[in-house]
């Protein structure tokens, strides 16, 4: 499967963002997809992810109520709605798929990474 990320940019604290993750190629074959972000000088570190038949949703407690994952089964994509932005969600933001549900995900499909920029 392939990803593509798209909707980064730059973003005043406060504001909202929404990033897409399309999927193409064989579709997903497994149930779990996931959003990580990486900021510069730090590791990857996930932030939520979606059992999509299930409907389960979890995420890192620093985005809870902050952002929503959702998905468009008939398009094949994944949203991340970012509301409430802060300075330290500045990172490139990565889509992935065939993950595990976990809150320390395993995903075998990425896509490239969009950059979310919030300023001060």
């Known amino acids: 499967v392939q990803l593509q990320a798209s909707g980064g940019g730059l973003v005043q604290a406060g504001g909202s963002l929404r990033l897409s993750c399309a999927a193409s190629?064989?579709?997903?074959?497994?149930?779990?997809m996931g959003w990580f972000r990486q900021a510069p000088g730090k590791e990857r570190e996930f932030v939520g992810s979606?059992?999509?038949?299930?409907?389960?949703?979890r995420y890192v407690d620093s985005v809870k109520g902050r952002f929503t994952i959702s998905t468009d089964n008939a398009k094949n994509t994944v949203y991340l709605q970012m509301n409430n932005l802060k300075p330290e969600d500045t990172a490139v933001y990565y889509c992935?798929?065939?993950?595990?549900?976990?809150?320390?995900?395993?995903?075998?499909?990425w896509g490239q990474g969009t950059l979310v920029t919030v300023s001060s």
């Open positions: 992935a798929a065939d993950c595990s549900w976990s809150n320390r995900p395993v995903c075998t499909s």
């Open positions: 979606i059992h999509w038949i299930r409907g389960y949703l």
């Open positions: 190629g064989r579709g997903f074959s497994g149930a779990v």
